[in-house]
């Protein structure tokens, strides 16, 4: 529907598409080239890198196979462990050897010698030190060198509370004769090997990029750095072939799909595969970066073309957006307009054409406004008309004497409210009064208000002493008030506390509280919807309401009148209206 009804939108559309289509192409292409290439670069780069890791692995399994031959340096220690006598000296002189390989290295989870000779076996573990055993896993003590001993059996990789091990053992011989005096066992935390592999994890947070480490010919899988590795299977549980010493071949890791980038060793006879895998994103990221780039400078090609095309059209077509604005206002009732360009072109003269009607039925406007006021001003004179004020006034003065003769003081006083309010609302020559008179008004209404109600309803009222004088339309403050009695507290709980605060600064700020049953959103935005059509009511039922003062306060005030209203039901609903004055028509006694 923007296409069809917009023949901007047709020229932009058209011309971005024969610009985008052969850069697109272009973009396409360039990316499958550069992909290739990068991953020919990741597969080398990486390929590398765990050559220089194998080779750190391997040192530090040397490291292990030096400490595991370090019995061999000590003559006490290997003449104790040709003995076939448990003596308690031997025993404490093997502890204390067992005790210190385990010293050596802080990721030594425990360290075993099981003798051949006596059947001993003397184990330490972080638990031994509180007097707790752990229990290790029984190992296999072959009768002489020749008999058949692998890698298979050297090499495992086992648990120890629950924590993965690269279990050693080493068969301690005594040379020259092929007799195996006892199996020495090194379990090796992997804290050691994770920090060696980190380096070859990659540089890229969270990039799925995992380093794997099998030993023996079955892909024992001793450490995956990264994300949990799938249960062991064939070929470590990784599902894909690997041919050669080094290769890469296509697969998955954890639902992700890449690359498995793999280099084979041997240390000893102990086989040794590093596998790492990269994900696709991370091996298209230079791709994908050096796209990014092409794509920003067709990007930066296309914008100027889209920025010079939508400069001339938004020159030629701005003003008669303008228009539509300005249109769509003063169907609402609203003639503030936007202000014209200056234009001296056609669409110039079109604006100020518009602008001139506009004012011209504001000013209609305001005059059929101004006579519907009148028109009510006239109805309501008529309403009041209907009762003869003198017989009205004669009629409660009579009650009041009559009260005041059987001693109903409160009876007389009311009815003299009575006669005051009725006295004021009747005038209907005086258009504005000084401000005192209208908060006397309002405190005879809710004195008879407050006898009404009881203890039920109760008001405050402010008023600074240098704004009793000031001249303000009558009739203001008693729609508000009764509006806040009868909708907020006879609809809502029945009780509550009006409170009239009058300030006086640059300008008049009245505002009328109460803690009633409060205002919805939608009566607020109707109460604004309507001052802003400029509606006023007449019927009995709403009477001189809110929307009545509201409408009364802008006709004399013009743009100077403000107002407000803030409503949280029984809590607080605030009615504000700020009304300009005039300093020098302030009345200096404000009787």
Same mark, same amino acid.
């Given at each position: 529907?923007?296409?069809?009804?917009?023949?901007?939108?047709?020229?932009?559309?058209?011309?971005?598409?024969?610009?985008?289509?052969?850069?697109?192409?272009?973009?396409?292409?360039?990316?499958?080239?550069?992909?290739?290439?990068?991953? &020919?670069?990741?597969?080398?780069?990486?390929?590398?890198?765990?050559?220089?890791?194998?080779?750190?692995?391997?040192?530090?399994?040397?490291?292990?196979?030096?400490?595991?031959?370090?019995?061999?340096?000590?003559?006490?220690?290997?003449?104790?462990?040709?003995?076939?006598?448990?003596?308690?000296?031997?025993?404490?002189?093997?502890?204390?050897?067992?005790?210190?390989?385990?010293?050596?290295?802080?990721?030594?989870?425990?360290?075993?010698?099981?003798?051949?000779?006596?059947?001993?076996?003397?184990?330490?573990?972080?638990?031994?030190?509180?007097?707790?055993?752990?229990?290790?896993?029984?190992?296999?003590?072959?009768?002489?060198?020749?008999?058949?001993?692998?890698?298979?059996?050297?090499?495992?990789?086992?648990?120890?509370?629950?924590?993965?091990?690269?279990?050693?053992?080493?068969?301690?011989?005594?040379?020259?004769?092929?007799?195996?005096?006892?199996?020495?066992?090194?379990?090796?935390?992997?804290?050691?090997?994770?920090?060696?592999?980190?380096?070859?994890?990659?540089?890229?947070?969270?990039?799925?990029?995992?380093?794997?480490?099998?030993?023996?010919?079955?892909?024992?899988?001793?450490?995956?750095?990264?994300?949990?590795?799938?249960?062991?299977?064939?070929?470590?549980?990784?599902?894909?072939?690997?041919?050669?010493?080094?290769?890469?071949?296509?697969?998955?890791?954890?639902?992700?799909?890449?690359?498995?980038?793999?280099?084979?060793?041997?240390?000893?006879?102990?086989?040794?595969?590093?596998?790492?895998?990269?994900?696709?994103?991370?091996?298209?990221?230079?791709?994908?970066?050096?796209?990014?780039?092409?794509?920003?400078?067709?990007?930066?090609?296309?914008?100027?073309?889209?920025?010079?095309?939508?400069?001339?059209?938004?020159?030629?077509?701005?003003?008669?957006?303008?228009?539509?604005?300005?249109?769509?206002?003063?169907?609402?009732?609203?003639?503030?307009?936007?202000?014209?360009?200056?234009?001296?072109?056609?669409?110039?003269?079109?604006?100020?054409?518009?602008?001139?009607?506009?004012?011209?039925?504001?000013?209609?406007?305001? &005059?059929?406004?101004?006579?519907?006021?009148?028109?009510?001003?006239?109805?309501?004179?008529?309403?009041?008309?209907?009762?003869?004020?003198?017989?009205?006034?004669?009629?409660?003065?009579?009650?009041?004497?009559?009260?005041?003769?059987?001693?109903?003081?409160?009876?007389?006083?009311?009815?003299?409210?009575?006669?005051?309010?009725?006295?004021?609302?009747?005038?209907?020559?005086?258009?504005?009064?000084?401000?005192?008179?209208?908060?006397?008004?309002?405190?005879?209404?809710?004195?008879?208000?407050?006898?009404?109600?009881?203890?039920?309803?109760?008001?405050?009222?402010?008023?600074?002493?240098?704004?009793?004088?000031?001249?303000?339309?009558?009739?203001?403050?008693?729609?508000?008030?009764?509006?806040?009695?009868?909708?907020?507290?006879?609809?809502?709980?029945?009780?509550?506390?009006?409170?009239?605060?009058?300030?006086?600064?640059?300008?008049?700020?009245? &505002?009328?509280?109460?803690?009633?049953?409060?205002?919805?959103?939608?009566?607020?935005?109707?109460?604004? &919807?309507?001052?802003?059509?400029?509606?006023?009511?007449?019927?009995?039922?709403?009477?001189?309401?809110?929307?009545?003062?509201?409408?009364?306060?802008?006709?004399?005030?013009?743009?100077?009148?403000?107002?407000?209203?803030?409503?949280?039901?029984?809590?607080?609903?605030?009615?504000?209206?700020?009304?300009?004055?005039?300093?020098?028509?302030?009345?200096?006694?404000?009787?």
């Amino acid at each position: 529907m923007w296409l069809k009804k917009s023949l901007f939108a047709k020229l932009l559309v058209g011309m971005l598409i024969s610009a985008i289509i052969p850069l697109s192409l272009s973009s396409i292409i360039s990316y499958k080239t550069t992909t290739r290439s990068v991953e &020919r670069q990741v597969i080398e780069l990486n390929q590398n890198t765990m050559d220089s890791g194998m080779d750190n692995i391997k040192r530090y399994l040397n490291e292990l196979n030096h400490l595991s031959v370090s019995f061999y340096h000590d003559q006490t220690l290997m003449r104790y462990l040709r003995s076939q006598e448990a003596v308690p000296v031997q025993t404490l002189y093997i502890t204390d050897q067992v005790n210190s390989i385990y010293n050596n290295r802080p990721e030594f989870q425990a360290v075993q010698y099981t003798s051949a000779m006596t059947g001993q076996t003397f184990a330490k573990t972080d638990l031994t030190q509180v007097g707790l055993t752990v229990p290790l896993p029984p190992v296999r003590i072959p009768r002489s060198e020749e008999e058949s001993w692998g890698p298979e059996s050297r090499y495992d990789v086992t648990a120890i509370n629950g924590e993965s091990v690269l279990a050693f053992h080493k068969p301690i011989v005594d040379y020259p004769s092929p007799t195996v005096l006892g199996m020495l066992s090194l379990y090796v935390g992997l804290d050691e090997v994770g920090r060696l592999l980190k380096p070859l994890s990659g540089t890229v947070p969270n990039g799925g990029e995992t380093i794997l480490l099998f030993i023996r010919k079955d892909m024992k899988l001793l450490l995956a750095s990264g994300e949990t590795p799938h249960p062991e299977g064939a070929d470590g549980g990784l599902g894909v072939d690997m041919e050669g010493v080094r290769g890469s071949v296509n697969g998955k890791w954890n639902g992700r799909s890449g690359l498995f980038i793999y280099v084979r060793g041997q240390f000893m006879d102990l086989p040794l595969t590093m596998v790492k895998f990269v994900p696709s994103a991370v091996v298209n990221e230079s791709a994908n970066r050096t796209l990014s780039r092409v794509l920003a400078i067709q990007v930066v090609a296309v914008l100027f073309i889209l920025v010079l095309a939508a400069i001339l059209s938004y020159w030629t077509i701005s003003p008669v957006k303008r228009l539509l604005r300005s249109i769509a206002r003063v169907e609402t009732g609203n003639f503030d307009v936007e202000p014209a360009t200056g234009r001296r072109d056609e669409l110039g003269v079109l604006e100020h054409r518009f602008q001139t009607m506009v004012v011209s039925l504001d000013d209609l406007m305001n &005059r059929e406004y101004r006579n519907r006021l009148e028109l009510t001003t006239a109805r309501l004179k008529m309403l009041q008309a209907q009762i003869n004020p003198h017989f009205l006034y004669n009629t409660l003065q009579s009650i009041g004497t009559l009260a005041l003769r059987h001693g109903s003081d409160e009876i007389s006083d009311k009815i003299a409210e009575l006669g005051s309010i009725l006295r004021y609302s009747m005038d209907l020559e005086t258009e504005t009064v000084p401000l005192q008179k209208e908060i006397r008004h309002i405190e005879h209404y809710m004195s008879l208000q407050t006898g009404r109600f009881k203890n039920k309803l109760s008001y405050t009222l402010s008023c600074p002493q240098e704004g009793l004088g000031v001249r303000v339309p009558k009739m203001i403050l008693q729609p508000l008030v009764e509006n806040s009695i009868v909708h907020g507290m006879e609809k809502g709980s029945g009780s509550g506390t009006v409170h009239i605060g009058i300030e006086l600064g640059r300008e008049l700020r009245i &505002r009328v509280m109460d803690n009633g049953k409060g205002m919805e959103q939608a009566v607020i935005e109707r109460i604004q &919807r309507e001052f802003d059509e400029r509606q006023l009511h007449t019927g009995q039922e709403r009477g001189i309401g809110l929307i009545n003062v509201l409408q009364r306060l802008r006709l004399c005030y013009e743009g100077g009148f403000q107002w407000d209203i803030q409503s949280a039901p029984y809590e607080a609903t605030v009615i504000t209206l700020i009304i300009p004055y005039d300093m020098e028509a302030k009345e200096g006694n404000a009787g």
